[in-house]
């Protein structure tokens, strides 16, 4: 074992952990996507469209949360509104 082949192998190592630890923070995010139902999607879109009847806003202003807390469902919307 030469000492390039040493450094190469920790490389592919760090790559290969670096590459771990990305999976598992995208397989976390997709396990908490699935504790919110299938409506909320819909809902989001439907809250925009609404709202630009009365305000041009683009989607990335309006934030639609569902907060679970024991047996009761929290809908937390948040609107960042043009100044005019």
């Not at 290969?16 to 995208?26: C, D, H, N, S, V």
């Amino acid at each position: 074992m030469s000492l390039m082949d040493f450094f190469r192998g920790k490389q592919k190592n760090s790559t290969a952990a670096t590459a771990k630890e990305r999976l598992q923070i995208i397989v976390a995010h997709e396990r908490g996507r699935r504790n919110q139902p299938d409506y909320l999607p819909q809902l989001h879109k439907d809250i925009i469209a609404v709202i630009r009847k009365y305000v041009p806003i683009s989607e990335d202003q309006v934030h639609v949360e569902l907060d679970s807390q024991g047996n009761c469902s929290i809908l937390e919307l948040n609107i960042t509104l043009p100044d005019r």
